[in-house]
């Protein structure tokens, strides 16, 4: 996943006697809440500057997704909520919230899959240059509505935990600390290093609730990302946890700008993305090329302040229900 560290603030960009903030951010950010698999994060900036308070992306299909997006005054996203229908009726709903800390750093992020009754709260560490140091996540019962228990194999047992997330409150700090004394919770933990002219950012994940059952080695899967000029270069892969590691993407920017990102560049059958924008650095195409032949494309559209109009996916018919073709129109509300 590339990190939440990598979220970066564009300034102004000069277009002949114009200036328009752009979007988006340029660095990716790979998360499940999003519309594909690879999103650029919004750009506070623009929408501090245009008092954006709400951003809604949806279809006009009986079946698929809704997405929201809502922002604080500072331009930071708050929360985000996605919702599956099926004839008009939600199947599946995911809601995503965010609080911050002094620094405008991440503080907190908590995740509600009513799917099947999963509450996840992650909270965040920083080192002493404000980089993610631990992200402990922890599992909650929410004993939701229609749901006798949760489906998940850990949880500790908070009422109405859910509904306390979806007015904006989190449980008591009390709570993490007697999780974290018994080993209740997962985490990510972070090094980082220089090897010859790359910044390495290594990332471990542990399943720390295993300490609970006797079992010692708790290390579940690490990941290294290998940095040059502060831009991702390459993400390795390590079996398991395991001091090799192989190439899993390579990135390639230019002038800021990610142009183009390779998955599993040594398989026989690679898949690449490329990225296409437009004079105000705003993301306008996304290709998907698989083996070398392109098998779909996702086109963002803008108007002349720079305000995202529609999202629209064309895939090889033989490809469309892979990608969910489909268009997704915008609406915002504002301060």
């Known amino acids: 996943m590339i990190l939440l560290t990598l979220m970066l603030f564009i300034g102004f960009v000069a277009v002949g006697k114009a200036q328009v903030l752009p979007f988006y951010n340029v660095t990716p950010l790979q ?30 299909e009986k079946i698929g997704m809704k997405y929201i997006y809502d922002f604080n005054p500072d331009g930071m996203i708050v929360s985000m909520t996605s919702i599956r229908y099926n004839n008009e009726k939600p199947d599946t709903a995911f809601y995503t ?4 800390n002094s620094d405008g750093l991440i503080d907190k992020k908590a995740r509600i899959d009513y799917s099947n009754g999963i509450v996840k709260v992650s909270s965040y560490q920083y080192n002493k240059n404000n980089k993610v140091d631990i992200i402990r996540t922890f599992t909650l019962n929410s004993q939701m509505p229609n749901r006798p228990q949760n489906n998940d194999w850990q949880g500790e047992k ?4 859910d509904r306390m997330i979806l007015k904006g409150v989190l449980p008591d700090e009390s709570l993490w600390k007697k999780m974290t004394a018994n080993n209740d919770f997962s985490s990510l933990q972070y090094r980082y290093y220089t090897e010859n002219e790359f910044e390495a950012e290594e990332r ?26 502060g831009y991702p270069a390459v ?35 690679p898949k690449t993305e490329k990225y296409v924008y437009d004079q105000n650095r705003n ?45 997704l129109k915008v609406t915002y509300s504002f301060y």
């Open 31 to 60: 998360d499940d809440d999003y519309f594909t698999k690879t999103v650029f994060s919004f750009n506070p900036n623009f929408m501090k500057s245009n008092k954006v308070k709400r951003i809604v992306l949806q279809g006009e």
């Open 97 to 100: 919230r965010y609080s911050y």
């Open 158 to 161: 908070v009422r109405g935990v």
């Open 204 to 229: 471990t994940e542990y399943f720390n609730f295993s300490k609970n059952s006797g079992n010692l080695d708790t290390c579940y899967q690490k990941k290294t990302y290998y940095y040059v000029k």
């Open 235 to 269: 993400l390795f892969l390590h079996t398991g946890c395991a001091v090799e590691k192989t190439p899993s993407e390579l990135y390639q920017f230019k002038d800021g700008l990610l142009l183009q990102l390779t998955d599993v560049p040594s398989s026989l059958d």
């Open 283 to 327: 993301l306008k195409l996304m290709e998907d090329i698989w083996n070398g032949q392109k098998v779909s494309e996702l086109e963002m559209r803008y108007d002349e302040k720079g305000f995202l109009i529609s999202i629209q996916r064309k895939s090889d018919a033989a490809k469309a229900h892979y990608f969910e073709d489909r268009t």
